[in-house]
């Protein structure tokens, strides 16, 4: 199997190509991996090939799925209005490039998995939300949709699409988790605003389980099988061909129990908390994504039979992170 990935050097990308590589080693079974990069000298593991967005408009490699991963980190800055057009464009740019790719090779990948977020619902407090559950309008949603429109248009080429919405992403090495350890190490962790807004999480090691588990799925799945020739591909690609996927714990948790769950695990208190007003005055619009919660559940995944490795956040911490 060959596997191309934007964003393969990334917090999820590197550890999905990691360990797919070594499942496939230990089955006895060829697979390549191939990131996709801006900066030809960037490093990278040496079982990784790497092809530039140049080399990519005039290469002719064939790639059994595509992963799509590429994308600035929508809480690493304030939301100014320049920021938000490059958090679209760091996620428009790179999707445009993969369907201009598809739409010029014969033979079509078997499928591209396109990165999406659980911020596609919007603040929908503690309603429960699913893969079928509709939207409140912001600016989170209108990102994520239009990420979502975009790659969709993979199936114009007869190409299946998975999207996969991602919840808070819980390992000690990146994301969220990486960037509260010190202050709770230090014994001023504490919750945000009132503490009552849910926290939908999974942890790394299930992202990229579930991921592996969308693509053997899927390609094992005669109804994702896709014609070689792409005019008939064309001719019969749908929205059938799409496939939402909410990539969160079963378990979701409110900011409170996030907050005292992680203090107990590291033996520290938890006393403090940032003032909602505080938090509107220290990130602006950002805080929604601190303030405002969303109960999404995995339920495209659970019906699928997909088995979570780690269903409850302390189990998260006490199996993964002891051993980071």
């Keep these: 199997m060959n596997i191309l990935i934007s964003g393969g050097s990334g917090f999820l990308g590197s550890a999905f190509s990691h360990k797919i590589l070594r499942r496939y080693q230990e089955m006895g079974r060829e697979l390549q991996i191939t990131w996709l990069t801006r900066d ?9 090939t790497m092809m530039t967005y140049d080399e990519l408009t005039i290469s002719d490699t064939y790639f ?8 600035a980190g929508i809480a690493d800055a304030r939301w100014s209005d320049d920021r938000k057009e490059q958090l679209l464009a760091s996620r428009m740019k790179p999707t445009e490039a993969l369907l201009a790719f598809i739409a010029r090779s014969h033979v079509k990948p078997k499928l591209l998995i396109s990165g999406s977020a659980i911020g596609w619902y919007g603040n929908q407090g503690d309603k429960p939300l699913t893969e079928s ?7 989170a949603h209108q990102l994520c949709d239009d990420w979502e429109q975009l790659a969709r248009q993979a199936t114009d080429s007869g190409v299946p699409v998975a999207l996969v919405r991602t919840g808070v992403v819980i390992h000690p090495t990146g994301g969220m988790l990486s960037k509260l350890l010190t202050p709770f190490k230090m014994g001023v962790g504490g919750q945000l605003g009132n503490g ?18 969308i693509i053997e799925q899927q390609l094992n799945n005669s109804a994702y099988q896709v014609n070689e020739d792409a005019q008939t591909a064309r001719h019969t690609a749908s929205n059938k061909d799409v496939k939402i996927y909410n990539l969160t714990a079963p378990n979701p948790v409110t900011n409170h129990a996030f907050t005292k769950t992680l203090g107990a695990w590291l033996h520290r208190p938890t006393f403090f908390t940032l003032p909602e007003f505080l938090l509107k005055l220290m990130f602006g619009e950002m ?6 919660g969303q109960k999404v559940l995995p339920q495209a995944l659970l019906d699928a039979g997909f088995e979570f490795k780690h269903q409850t956040l302390k189990e998260a911490l006490e199996q993964q992170v002891i051993k980071a």
Excluded at 203 to 208: E, F, K, Q
């Design 40 to 48: 030809s000298n960037q490093a990278h593991p040496s079982d990784i």
């Design 64 to 71: 059994d799925v595509i992963l799509n991963l590429a994308g």
């Design 133 to 139: 559950s509709g939207f409140q309008a912001d600016f």
């Design 196 to 213: 009552q807004q849910i926290m939908s999480w999974i942890s790394r090691d299930d992202w990229v389980a579930a991921v592996i588990f």
């Design 287 to 292: 805080s929604t994504l601190l303030i405002d």
